[in-house]
């Protein structure tokens, strides 16, 4: 089933191309503008820079660089269509080729670019970022270059530095609209490639006159102009109105030219990252301070996950998060902590968590087995990290055979298969399950009720003993259950409302977005639920969605040909609350 295993591991795919990472997110775009760097403000330098003039624009252009480049001309067989733009056939992604179908582009451009990330779902988390790379053609009503940096701009929001960078490769540099330029600076600092700004050069003299003065430099010095480089850097520091470690960052990336030029970086008077700061710094192999790491929103945590010029080790702490939010794969995760195993000296192996993953898979026995998942599973204190910990041993618990012993073990164990997509070997605990009959047995039967490809017992007198032990404040979890089992029409609509009433559920509470996204899945809009399914889950905690939203989103994800995605999220649901 080519959506499943997609939805599987796409990540791993995408992130194969390096991985991924972002930063306190840059600030909302304009309507009409794309986001701006997030970059000091040119209004407020660092105070430990003066401020210059506006001449120094012209003290630098006047310095004798040479003749320019002569215009680069595409050929036609290399250019590319600007209308459908995006690396991932949609059959992959789960999607038919009309999956925007009518629906306005400026009204998906509005939704996607009000949305507030991290999102609820680690699998909507996945499904929204295939969705924004699938090969579609642009829907009616906006520019096709807009739109692809839209989805980008959205999926650097996510953390997803290489999906955007992707997109923004896909649109030729000369068609680029300013909105572009500007998610393709972005785009540029969360992938930690500073030479991706070269090609930007003129876009950004037109748009971004706060970094104006310093991509010269940086290009000039990458391009083995190393005098060139230095007289504009030292311009910069006289008249510019970057300074402190913004511009010495700039003079970093310089000094890894061809000039040598050496800095030394102060992180002491820093107190935040920037996409500039972590773009230029984790580009030249820097890793910030841990304050200001911690102190990080998730998306750069997971753009420093993916930096190449980082050690596995370094990695790995943002790893967790990238993990937890959907952009890094389970696999993806076993592949870093195998070649931080390779990297450790044997005798200090022992007791490491990637010693215990490979013990995990291959431990002498179950026990062996078993005391190395639970290990990995408690390192994850909470959260995303929780999550991520789960995604890591998942494929660890499918090689542990359903066994009434390990009925204490059986809720981590099915959570941690269906974070990595094994719903068939989360669905051999069936028997194990039906043989319990505590707490653990409803968590149990919950997600497998949810997740399973094949329908566990989800009689009536099942689920009102469920909602009948529900401690969890308000039922919620009652209400992401009943909500689940409708939408994925595993209990009638009579059932659910009949539950709705007795219990509260809140269930039938219908607003403009309940109405906008089934009006999407009546039309097999696949792509257009997905980003209102992202607009419907905005928030970090599961248990703050609407139990309205997830049976709305459930429903229209199941009736648009996506009901693996749908089992997944609402699984997950009952998983992480």
């Given amino acids: 089933m080519p959506t499943k295993l997609l939805l599987i591991a796409s990540a791993a795919a995408i992130l194969a191309l390096p991985a991924l990472a972002q930063q306190t997110a840059p600030q909302q775009p304009a309507q009409t503008i794309a986001p701006t760097a997030a970059l000091p403000s040119a209004s407020t330098p660092d105070n430990s820079t003066d401020a210059g003039d506006e001449s120094a624009v012209e003290e630098v252009s006047n310095l004798n660089l040479g003749p320019p480049s002569p215009p680069v001309e595409y050929p036609g067989w290399a250019r590319h269509d600007p209308w459908t733009v995006g690396p991932l056939a949609p059959r992959d992604a789960g999607l038919g080729d009309d999956a925007w179908g009518s629906a306005s582009g400026a009204f998906l451009s509005t939704l996607m670019r009000r949305m507030h990330t991290p999102i609820a779902s680690r699998w909507a988390h996945i499904a929204l970022r295939n969705a924004l790379l699938a090969k579609l053609h642009a829907p009616v009503g906006v520019n096709p270059v807009d739109w692809a940096a839209e989805r980008a701009w959205l999926l650097l929001r996510l953390g997803e530095a290489d999906g955007a960078r992707m997109l923004v490769a896909g649109v030729d ?36 006159a706060g970094i104006q003065r310093l991509v010269p430099a940086m290009c000039a010095s990458l391009a083995g102009q190393p005098d060139a480089a230095s007289a504009m850097i030292d311009q910069a520091r006289r008249y510019g109105r970057i300074g402190g470690v913004d511009l010495v960052l700039a003079e970093k990336v310089v000094g890894a030219g061809a000039n040598g030029r050496s800095t030394t970086i102060e992180w002491d008077p820093v107190d935040s990252l920037t996409s500039w700061r ?36 370094q990695r790995l702490p943002s790893a967790m998060v990238a993990a937890g939010l959907g952009v890094f794969s389970s696999q993806t995760m076993i592949d870093l ?13 022992p007791n490491t968590d990637a010693w215990q993953l490979r013990q995990a898979f291959v431990g002498k026995d179950i026990d062996t087995r078993m005391s190395a998942i639970r290990k990995l599973l408690a390192s994850g204190k909470g959260g995303l990290q929780k999550e991520a910990a789960r995604a890591l041993v998942a494929r660890a618990a499918t090689f542990i055979p359903p066994d009434p012993k390990l009925a ?76 689940g089992l409708a939408g994925l029409g595993r209990i009638s609509t009579d059932t659910a409302n009949s539950l709705n009433q007795r219990y509260g559920l809140s269930l039938g509470h219908v607003t403009s977005w309940t109405r906008m996204i089934d009006a999407a899945a009546a039309r097999g809009q696949g792509a257009t639920v997905l980003v209102l399914t992202g607009t419907g ?32 999220i609402a699984a997950e649901a009952l998983s992480r609350t």
């Avoid at 785009?187 to 003299?205: M, R, V």
């Avoid at 192999?285 to 930096?307: E, I, K, M, Y």
Wanted: aromatic letters at 8%; hydrophobic letters at 40%.
């Fill in 537 to 568: 889950f905005q928030t970090p905690l599961f248990g703050r969605v609407p139990s309205a939203h997830l049976y709305h989103a459930v429903t229209a994800l199941n009736r648009t040909g996506q009901g693996f995605t749908a089992r997944m």
């Fill in 278 to 313: 972590f773009g230029l710094a984790t580009g030249t192999g820097v890793v910030p301070p841990d304050r200001l790491l911690n102190g990080a929103s998730t998306q750069l945590r997971a753009f420093q996950a993916r930096a190449p010029l980082l050690s596995p080790q």
């Fill in 408 to 483: 204490k073990d059986a809720p981590e164990l099915i959570a941690a298969m269906l974070a990595g997509g094994y719903d068939q070997a989360a669905a051999r605990w069936i028997p194990v399950v039906n043989g319990m009959d505590n707490e653990d047995a409803d968590r149990c039967w919950a997600m497998l009720a949810l997740g399973a490809p094949n329908i566990a017992d989800v009689g009536t007198g099942r689920i009102n003993s469920f909602i009948r032990r529900d401690i969890s404040k308000d039922r919620v979890r009652s209400a992401l259950l009943v909500a």
């Fill in 173 to 208: 540099t000369d068609r680029f609209t300013p909105k572009m330029v500007q998610v393709a600076v972005q785009s540029a600092l969360a992938n930690a490639d500073p030479s991706a700004l070269c090609p930007l050069e003129d876009g950004i003299k037109k748009y971004d």
């Fill in 337 to 349: 902590y195998s070649a931080i195993y390779d990297s450790t000296d044997p005798s200090d192996l």
